[in-house]
C-alpha cells in the first residue's frame, strides 16, 4: 500500500488505485444463512455514498462525534470509513446523549433516542434491506443511501492529526489508525496483498477492529467477517476457511 497515506479513507484511495476487483470485506451472518461480498471499488461506492448521506443530508463537520451502536457488520465496516472520509469521529459503542449524530442498529434503537442530534437506524437485514415500518425518530439508512452520489469530496481536507475513533473508551487520531493497524498485521498473519484473514470478533474493541477491517485494509489484504459463528460446527467452519482461501484467523474467538 501507499507509505504516505495517513488516515483510513486514504487506504481506501490506496486500495482502489491498486485492485479494485479484488475482494476485501466478505460477510457471514450463521443466523440467517447471509453471505455478503464486496470488492474494493463496491465497498468504496456503498463509502462514498455514506459519506455524501453523513456530510450532506445530515450536517456532519469535521470533528462531530458520531455513536456508532452497530455489531461487527459489512455496514459497519462502511460507516468507519464514511466517517473517516468526512473527518467526524467514530465512537463505537459510544454514548448516544452525548454525541453529535447517533447510527443504531435494530436491537439498540431504545438507547439510540437519547441522541439529541440526526439518528440514522440500519435494519441489517440480508441485502441491506430496509425496515419494514422506518423506526419512530430515525431515517431508515437503506431508504436514504441508495440515491446519494457516488463520488465523495470533503468539503475541508481531513486531518490525519485530529481524532478519528474512539473504542473502547480509548481515542484514536487517523493516522494512529493507520499506524496501528500496520503495525497488527504481521501478528494476525497478514502478510500483505494475497492475505486474507476470517474473523468472529466483535468490533468493540481495538483487536476487532483491527482484525476485521483496518489491518487487512492497510496491507491489500482482504477480511471474512462471521457474526454469530458459535452457530457453525468445526468441520462447517474448517470448510468456510477453505473455500474462502483464508490465510489466517483471529485464533481468540474460533477457539
Not at 491498486?18 to 460477510?27: G, M, Y
Not at 456532519?60 to 456508532?68: F, K, Q, S, T, Y
Not at 454525541?99 to 437485514?125: F, H, K, M, Q
Amino acid at each position: 500500500m501507499n507509505a504516505t497515506d495517513r488516515t483510513p479513507a486514504d487506504l481506501l484511495r490506496s486500495a482502489l488505485a491498486a485492485d479494485p476487483a479484488r475482494p476485501l470485506v466478505t460477510f457471514y451472518d450463521d443466523a440467517t444463512g447471509e453471505r455478503v461480498e464486496l470488492s474494493v471499488a463496491t465497498f468504496a461506492n456503498w463509502v462514498a455514498k455514506t459519506a455524501n448521506l453523513l456530510q450532506g443530508d445530515l450536517s456532519a463537520e469535521p470533528g462531530d462525534r458520531v455513536a456508532l451502536l452497530l455489531p461487527a457488520h459489512w455496514q459497519t465496516a462502511v460507516w468507519l470509513l464514511a466517517c473517516s472520509s468526512v473527518g467526524v469521529v467514530a465512537d463505537v459503542g459510544g454514548d448516544p446523549a452525548s454525541a453529535d449524530l447517533v447510527v443504531s442498529g435494530p436491537d439498540t434503537l431504545d438507547a439510540a433516542r437519547a441522541c439529541s442530534g440526526e439518528r440514522v437506524a440500519l435494519a441489517l437485514r440480508p441485502l441491506g434491506g430496509r425496515f419494514p415500518r422506518t423506526p419512530d425518530g430515525f431515517a431508515d439508512y437503506a431508504v436514504e443511501v441508495p440515491g446519494q452520489g457516488d463520488r465523495f469530496a470533503p468539503y475541508a481536507p481531513v486531518d490525519p492529526e485530529e481524532p478519528a475513533l474512539i473504542v473502547a473508551g480509548a481515542e484514536h487520531t487517523g493516522a494512529d489508525v493507520v499506524e496501528r493497524a500496520r503495525a497488527d498485521a504481521p501478528g494476525l498473519g497478514l502478510t500483505g496483498p494475497g492475505s486474507r484473514i476470517l474473523t468472529a470478533l466483535p468490533y468493540d474493541t481495538w483487536e476487532g477492529l483491527s482484525a476485521g477491517l483496518y489491518a487487512p485494509l492497510a496491507t491489500g489484504g482482504s477480511v471474512v467477517v462471521c457474526r454469530h459463528l458459535d452457530r457453525l460446527g468445526e468441520d462447517a467452519l474448517a470448510k468456510r476457511i477453505e473455500s474462502e482461501r483464508v490465510t489466517a484467523t483471529a485464533r481468540r474467538s474460533l477457539s
